[in-house]
């Protein structure tokens, strides 16, 4: 069985930090890709951050947001600067891996953390 445990979640005041992290665990082979979602009450989840073959941002984090991957430790993380109210969200991890060698990659998803920035 596979798991992702987000962490680093939290209350903090516009233009402050976080770093987000994010591990996976259990049965993994190979992990194709590692990202970061975040959603808000009433909307779709939404992509912030991808971490695949080329790392690539939301418009509204370029330039504030950082994804890096740490492969030995099956780990994401995300480094938020310059925080905005708007990025107030709950924060998901999203993997796309392989379970076992002859599998097909599938994505999992983390359980989420919450963000809060104050104004």
């Known amino acids: 069985q596979v798991q992702l445990v987000e962490s680093g979640g939290g209350l903090v005041q516009a233009g402050g930090s976080l770093r987000l992290s994010c591990a996976a665990s259990?049965?993994?082979?190979?992990?194709?890709?590692m990202d970061w979602y975040r959603q808000t009450p009433g909307n779709q989840r939404e992509l912030v951050a991808t971490?695949?073959?080329?790392?690539n941002y939301a418009d509204s984090v370029k330039g504030r947001f950082t994804i890096s991957r740490d492969n030995a430790k099956n780990a994401v993380y995300l480094q938020m600067n310059s925080l905005k109210p708007e990025d107030t969200a709950v924060y998901y991890c999203?993997?796309?891996?392989?379970?076992?060698?002859?599998?097909?990659?599938?994505?999992?998803w983390g359980q989420g953390t919450q963000v809060i920035v104050s104004s």
């Open positions: 971490s695949g073959g080329i790392t």
């Open positions: 999203y993997a796309v891996l392989k379970p076992f060698r002859y599998s097909n990659p599938r994505g999992y």
């Open positions: 259990g049965s993994i082979f190979s992990i194709n890709v």
